[in-house]
């Protein structure tokens, strides 16, 4: 049978999205081996980030899965390039191909994002406040709502900004402070730099523990 022309522009598409998707499969396995194994003399992922890169709230190393992969990808390329600053990172990145971040990247996001736990305990006068910033921030000083950026209930956009919702409070807070004192440069246009010097010590606390368990009722989440 004959394709008419739109069909064969149909079929190619179609055949190209399939290879797509096999090269994007092929890119997380890649990623895999890393992650549980590491490569070139560095250390797996997992030892740090968790067996499903569900991260160690309590060291603040953060979750990585679910998170959108050019994010990911472009997190290991600015540590490599020293716009964010971590001894841990920093030759962990170094040690990586563009090739091997970007493969380590789509196997993270392949990973199941966070998802809100069920029977969540009512929460304190923090984390009240902190969801009072994330939701409908602080116009008094300027300041937009987290969540005006990183999406409903803090799910992230991609491919600029991150998933924060359900991410450890200790990591939160000090990328926060990491914007603050210029330890961390990536932020489009300067945002989170504006963002986190208009937030309080007691802000941070607030913003970051209620982010930890955004799904609060008492705190006035949206699950």
């Not at 003399?41 to 050019?70: E, K, S, W, Y």
Request: glycine content about 10%; hydrophobic content about 40%; charged content about 10%.
């Amino acid at each position: 049978m004959k394709l008419t022309p739109t069909q064969t522009i149909q079929t190619a598409l179609c055949l190209l999205a399939l290879a797509q998707a096999g090269l994007s499969h092929a890119d997380a396995q890649a990623g895999a081996v890393i992650a549980k194994n590491g490569t070139a003399g560095i250390a797996a992922c997992m030892q740090c980030h968790g067996t499903n890169g569900v991260g160690n709230a309590a060291a603040g190393f953060p979750r990585l899965a679910g998170q959108n992969a050019d994010y990911l990808a472009k997190q290991l390329a600015d540590f490599k390039a020293k716009l964010r600053t971590s001894p841990l990172m920093g030759p962990i990145a170094n040690a990586l191909s563009p090739t091997q971040m970007k493969d380590v990247a789509d196997y993270y996001a392949s990973l199941p994002g966070w998802k809100p736990a069920p029977g969540t305990p009512p929460g304190n006068a923090l984390s009240v406040r902190g969801a009072q910033l994330a939701q409908h921030g602080n116009w008094d000083k300027g300041m937009p709502a987290c969540f005006a950026c990183h999406g409903v209930n803090g799910a992230g956009i991609a491919p600029h900004f991150p998933a924060i919702a359900g991410q450890g409070a200790v990591y939160i807070a000090n990328q926060l402070k990491n914007w603050q004192t210029g330890a961390r440069l990536t932020d489009p246009q300067g945002l989170m730099k504006a963002v986190a010097d208009k937030l309080s010590a007691d802000d941070i606390s607030a913003v970051s523990a209620y982010l930890e368990h955004p799904t609060n009722p008492a705190a006035g989440a949206t699950p």
